[in-house]
């Protein structure tokens, strides 16, 4: 029979003692420590960064849609809003899991005038009878540019969504936010800081 390990040798002794050497209060609280920042502290650190895919906008950072030379629209971020895709037809903004879309300027040829976006928005919501949409009625806005635009908001126990539609000239771009009824309280005065701060570019003659 071999005899016992020596007082101090570590073996058979509990991987507080172990690692930090002494047999302690503190140090099995390290080790919890050690083991908590494993388990909760790196997936949360690495739940706050963005996605790859995902580019943080800083609030007043003025965005373009709209192909140059062609007719433009430029908005001015407000709130902690992410970039999630720019194209020449369209932008789109998350936050907080809701989403908001601006498409560039239309020919009212092709939109209709902003009682005719407004009015299919309506028309959109009251059709998902499920979903017990309440509309609310059209809303007149002038942006700080002096365009004048409708906006409606559609509402149910637990999603809200908001449609406007801002009229230069002869041209219409639209704005579209959906979100939860939770979150939309704290969101809807940067989109309408958004709607209102919409600035069109004509086409190059």
């Known amino acids: 029979m071999s005899d016992p390990a020596p007082h101090g040798s570590g073996a058979r002794m509990p991987l507080s003692i172990r690692i930090i050497g002494r047999s302690s209060a503190p140090g099995a609280l390290f080790v919890v ?27 007043d950072t003025t965005l373009t849609i709209g192909v140059e030379g062609s007719s433009q629209v430029t908005v001015t971020l407000s709130g902690d809003w992410t970039e999630e895709s720019h194209t020449d037809a369209s932008l789109l903004l998350t936050n907080a899991g809701a989403e908001l879309s601006i498409a560039a300027p239309q020919p009212i040829a092709a939109t209709g005038t902003p009682e005719d976006v407004i009015a299919r928005a309506v028309a959109d919501l009251t059709a998902d009878v499920e979903a017990s949409w309440v509309a609310s009625d059209p809303i007149e ?65």
């Open 141 to 205: 806005l002038t942006t700080d540019a002096g365009d004048s635009g409708l906006c409606v908001t559609g509402a149910t126990v637990v999603d809200v969504a908001m449609t406007c539609a801002v009229q230069h000239g002869e041209e219409v771009s639209t704005l579209t936010a959906t979100a939860s009824a939770q979150v939309w309280p704290s969101l809807q005065p940067s989109v309408d800081a958004m709607v209102r701060s919409m600035r069109f570019t004509e086409a190059a003659a």
């Open 33 to 59: 420590a050690v083991a908590a920042l494993f388990v909760f502290g790196l997936p949360l650190i690495a739940s706050s960064l963005p996605d790859e895919d995902e580019v943080a906008v800083p609030a």
